[in-house]
């Protein structure tokens, strides 16, 4: 265990923070730019990777598991958004034969 822990603190915090930044940003991205529900979907599980890599870099750097505990409920909060996401998207196909999100206004009253 001490090892992991030596390779872990071996680099820098700074470069953790400025990994999962550029990560973020580019689900960010991908969330603004997009118009597929898929790449949408995508992209904020990007967004919620690249949050639990920070926080578990944070939690090794201070030594405390509390920062693991957190990646571990989103990772579960995860797991039922993509059940939920995924169906949401198969019955927008269903309707409307498109993932894409312009296309949503048809399913209007």
């Given at each position: 265990?001490?090892?992991?822990?030596?390779?872990?603190?071996?680099?820098?915090?700074?470069?953790?923070?400025l990994?999962?930044?550029?990560?973020?940003s580019?689900?960010?991205?991908?969330?603004?730019?997009?118009?597929?529900?898929?790449?949408?979907?995508?992209?904020?599980?990007?967004?919620?990777?690249?949050?639990?890599?920070?926080?578990?870099?944070?939690?090794?750097?201070?030594?405390?598991?509390?920062?693991?505990?957190?990646?571990?409920?989103?990772?579960a909060?995860?797991?039922?958004?993509?059940?939920?996401?995924?169906?949401?998207?198969?019955?927008?196909?269903?309707?409307?034969?498109?993932?894409?999100?312009?296309?949503?206004?048809?399913?209007?009253?």
């Amino acid at each position: 265990m001490q090892t992991l822990t030596t390779n872990i603190q071996a680099i820098p915090i700074n470069h953790y923070i400025l990994l999962c930044s550029i990560v973020f940003s580019i689900g960010v991205i991908g969330v603004l730019i997009r118009r597929n529900a898929i790449i949408i979907f995508m992209s904020v599980e990007l967004m919620l990777n690249s949050v639990n890599l920070l926080l578990a870099a944070f939690s090794v750097y201070r030594g405390d598991a509390t920062g693991q505990v957190f990646v571990f409920f989103i990772m579960a909060l995860a797991a039922a958004e993509v059940a939920v996401g995924l169906a949401i998207i198969v019955m927008i196909y269903r309707n409307t034969s498109s993932v894409d999100i312009n296309v949503l206004n048809r399913l209007k009253w």
